[in-house]
């Protein structure tokens, strides 16, 4: 059964801004790193990334890094950040 992935507003109006801001061949890394992490992050949270604390986790997909939680009783995986990787 599969993971429900939703983003914080925070996290979304990050991934707006870096993706508007990057030179069009960056977009398109950007844009295939999140669709790989979220494809993973329904399927198997609890293994993608490095653990941090409790269930909050980082996962890192040039050129990017996501900070996220998931909630194993709720089936529910919640992005909570991300950023852009040099």
Not at 28 to 49: K, Y
Request: aromatic fraction near 10%; avoid cysteine.
């Amino acid at each position: 059964m599969k993971y429900t992935v939703v983003w914080d507003s925070s996290a979304i109006d990050e991934l707006t801004t870096m993706w508007a801001e990057a030179p069009s061949f960056v977009r398109g890394q950007i844009t295939r790193a999140v669709d790989d992490i979220e494809a993973a992050l329904q399927r198997r949270p609890e293994t993608v990334g490095e653990s941090r604390q409790d269930n909050l986790r980082l996962v890192i997909a040039l050129p990017i890094a996501i900070v996220y939680e998931f909630f194993p009783d709720d089936r529910r995986v919640r992005v909570l950040a991300i950023q852009f990787v040099e």
